[in-house]
């Protein structure tokens, strides 16, 4: 699975979610900073990516778009820089690894 980290999250995630074994890119690494958020759905969508982010515009660009995908994980907790809370969302992603797989259509 590929994800890419979306600008408000740190750099610091590429490790965790790594670790399972995932393409995993930051943002930063691949286009502008500035970028608008449906040019990072566009390249997510080509690449077959899932988005990881705090960002709720990219939920409802997604669904106005009325687009198959990509998958966005939008991320809420306190604090993204425990190393515990990211151990436990790395975790859950890869649970949920077949079912973001198929945000595309």
Known sequence: MKLV????????WLPFLRRT??????WHDIGAETA???????WART???VVFTQ???FVQL???SRAGGPSVILLRIPNEHDDRLR???AAIIHQAEKELDRGYS
Not at 36 to 42: G, P, T
């Open 5 to 12: 980290v979306d600008m408000n999250l740190s750099p610091e």
């Open 21 to 26: 074994g995932w393409d995993v890119r930051h």
């Open 36 to 42: 608008e958020d449906d040019e990072i759905l566009f």
């Open 47 to 49: 690449e077959r990516a």
């Open 55 to 57: 960002d709720l515009d």
């Open 62 to 64: 997604l669904h106005a």
């Open 87 to 89: 151990r436990y969302v």
